[in-house]
T-cell receptor
Framework: AQSVTQLDSQVPVFEEAPVELRCNYS??????LFWYVQYPNQGLQLLLK??????LVKGINGFEAEFNKSQTSFHLRKPSVHISDTAEYFC???????????FGAGTRLFVKA | ETGVTQTPRHLVMGMTNKKSLKCEQH?????MYWYKQSAKKPLELMFV???????ENNSVPSRFSPECPNSSHLFLHLHTLQPEDSALYLC????????????????FGNGTRLTVT
């Protein structure tokens, strides 16, 4: 079975500052890793995914994440955030052979002017 | 129009009512999902359908009954719900070829906000 832990429930940050949202996972099998974003009153949309290859993956809106197998982490980063990045961010894992995507509890990013 | 459409957006129902949530995807995907999103809890996978066949029932109470008449439509029939069932219900779809492979991201609708009184 897989599990996902997002270490921060809320992250306040000033506009144009860098941000890191932390995600750790556990799994006994190979997994694929995802970050999704949810804006108010909307469903989730894909930010980026790690399937294989380069451990640094780039996504939409200037976000990137780094897969660290030894630390079982997949932290999300952005060098300079905007007010419009205020949203909830979810880390997720899917085992390579199934349909079951497991989500973390989410991190609410709040960007202040 | 978004790729995954859910109706209604909001639903208030009493504990003795029967209602249904509808989901339609226009992306040509073959797998569809129901997730429950409650405050301060991770998204909970409820049901998965692949090519209209149910492949996952995540120990969901029988007061929730899914229906998938084809790969584009998914319903969630609700009856005799409890107040703790109040939540945002999200439908998602994904595309898989051949054997299930977890590398296909989920495409979500905007959800139905359900309130049980």
């Amino acid at each position: 079975a897989q599990s996902v832990t997002q270490l921060d429930s809320q992250v306040p940050v000033f506009e144009e500052a860098p941000v890191e949202l932390r995600c750790n996972y556990s799994s006994s099998v190979s997994v694929y890793l995802f970050w999704y974003v949810q804006y108010p009153n909307q469903g989730l949309q894909l930010l980026l995914k790690y399937l294989s290859g380069s451990t640094l993956v780039k996504g939409i809106n200037g976000f990137e994440a780094e897969f660290n197998k030894s630390q079982t982490s997949f932290h999300l980063r952005k060098p300079s955030v905007h007010i419009s990045d205020t949203a909830e961010y979810f880390c997720a894992v899917t085992d390579t052979g199934g349909f079951k995507t497991i989500f973390g509890a989410g991190t609410r990013l709040f960007v202040k002017a | 129009e978004t790729g995954v459409t859910q109706t209604p957006r909001h639903l208030v129902m009493g504990m003795t009512n029967k209602k249904s949530l509808k989901c339609e995807q226009h992306l040509g995907h073959n797998a569809m999902y129901w997730y429950k999103q409650s405050a301060k809890k991770p998204l909970e996978l409820m049901f998965v359908y692949n090519f209209k066949e149910q492949t996952e029932n995540n120990s969901v109470p029988s007061r929730f009954s899914p229906e998938c008449p084809n790969s584009s439509h998914l319903f969630l029939h609700l009856h005799t719900l409890q107040p703790e069932d109040s939540a945002l219900y999200l439908c998602a779809s994904s595309r898989h070829e051949g054997r299930a492979t977890g590398n296909s991201p989920l495409h979500f609708g905007n959800g139905t906000r359900l309130t049980v009184t």
